[in-house]
C-alpha cells in the first residue's frame, strides 16, 4: 500500500486546494469502508477488539485525523486497511528468510501506516529489522507515525524504523550498479538511517505494492535500477509487489470514483525484460509475472502481481 507522492505529475496524487476543509476536496464516505474479511480479523487481533462497529469507528477516527494532514485517495478509499502481501506468493519466502537468515533486513515502499509489514511482524518477522519509506512532506512525516495510532502502537512495542524521503531524489535513494557479491561494507545501523542509501547491498526483501504504477516508463526504470541495488546478493533475496497493468506495455485509461487518469503499465513480458538483463545481468534472477484481476467500485481492473528473486 502506497500513498501517492506529492508530485505535479502523478496521476493519483490528489493536491490539498487551499485550506483542508474547503468544499473542493472530495468527503470522506463510510460507504468506502469495505475491509475484506482477512483485513478485519488482523486488524482485530492487532487491536484487541472484538466489535466490528468498535473496529470501524477507531478506524474512521484515524481516516479523519490523516485525511485532515494528507488529504490523499488511499486515505478517503480505506486502502490503509488493506492486508495484500499475503496473496503474493513471496510472501513465504519473506517469512522464510526472517526465520533463517541472520540480519535479515525488509523494506517496505510507499508503507503509508505500515500495515503490510506489521503483518508480516506478526507472522514472525522481527519488528526492529523493518524500515518503512514513504514520501517526506512538510506534514507527512507525523502521517507515517500515524500508523502507531492506527494500531495502538509505539516506537517501543513496534521497533521498526521510518525513513522518510523522495526516491526519485537521489541523496535519498541513488542509483547503483547491483552488488552480485557479498558487500564489503559493515551492516547498516537501521536505527541512524537517514535516507535508503546506505542500505545498498544489505536489503533481504523489498515489497513495493502500488507503488511503480504512480510514475511514468522513465521513472519506473529509475526506481526498478535504485531498488535493485539495494537488494542483497543472497540468493534467495527478493522484491515483490503488486500494481495496475495491461496485456500489452503502455499508457492506459483507469477510472476509479469517478477519476479518469492516464496510468503507464507494463505486461508480464516487458516487466521481466526490465528487471532480468536491465536492472540485473541477463539469467542472475528468476521474474515471476503475471496478470490477475481485482475488483473495484467502479468495475475489473488488471493487476501485474510479480516478485524478482536473486539467483
Given amino acids: ?166 526516491a526519485l531524489d537521489p541523496n535519498m535513494l541513488e542509483v547503483n550498479t547491483p552488488i552480485y557479491d557479498v558487500p564489503d561494507m559493515p551492516y547498516p545501523d537501521l536505527s541512524a538511517l537517514g535516507s535508503l542509501n546506505p542500505l545498498r547491498g544489505h536489503v533481504s526483501a523489498i515489497y513495493a505494492s502500488k507503488f511503480f504504477h504512480l510514475f511514468d516508463e522513465a521513472k519506473q526504470t529509475h526506481l526498478a535500477r535504485a531498488l535493485g541495488g539495494l537488494l542483497s546478493p543472497e540468493p534467495g533475496s527478493v522484491i515483490f509487489g503488486a500494481h495496475i497493468s495491461a496485456k500489452e506495455k503502455g499508457p492506459r485509461a483507469i477510472t476509479m470514483l469517478n477519476t479518469t487518469v492516464s496510468v503507464f503499465c507494463h505486461s508480464p513480458e516487458s516487466w521481466t525484460e526490465l528487471w532480468d538483463g536491465n536492472v540485473y545481468k541477463k539469467g542472475t534472477v528468476r521474474v515471476d509475472a503475471s496478470i490477475q484481476w481485482f475488483e473495484t467500485m467502479d468495475g475489473s481492473v488488471e493487476s501485474l502481481k510479480w516478485a524478482v528473486t536473486r539467483l
Fill in 1 to 166: 500500500m502506497t500513498l501517492p507522492t506529492a508530485r505535479s505529475d502523478d496521476p493519483y496524487f490528489e493536491a490539498p486546494k487551499g485550506s483542508i476543509g474547503i468544499h473542493s476536496l472530495p468527503p470522506l464516505d463510510p460507504v468506502l469502508y469495505r475491509p475484506t474479511s482477512q483485513a478485519r480479523a488482523f486488524l482485530k487481533e492487532q487491536l484487541g477488539l472484538q466489535d466490528d462497529e468498535a473496529l470501524k469507528q477507531h478506524i474512521m477516527v484515524v481516516q479523519k485525523k490523516a485525511y485532515s494532514i494528507a488529504p490523499y485517495p488511499c486515505i478517503r478509499t480505506f486502502t490503509f486497511t488493506e492486508i495484500d502481501i499475503i496473496a503474493n506468493p513471496a510472501y513465504k519466502e519473506l517469512l522464510k528468510i526472517g526465520r533463517e537468515r541472520k540480519d535479515a533486513i525488509f523494506l517496505e515502499m510507499g508503507s503509508c501506516f505500515g500495515q503490510e509489514a506489521r503483518k508480516a511482524v506478526a507472522d514472525g518477522f522481527p519488528a526492529a529489522q523493518v524500515v518503512l519509506s514513504d514520501i517526506k512532506g512538510e506534514q507527512l512525516p507525523e502521517l507515517m507515525e500515524m500508523g502507531h495510532e492506527l494500531f495502538k502502537t509505539s516506537a517501543a512495542t513496534f521497533p521498526a524504523h521510518i525513513v522518510s524521503g523522495d
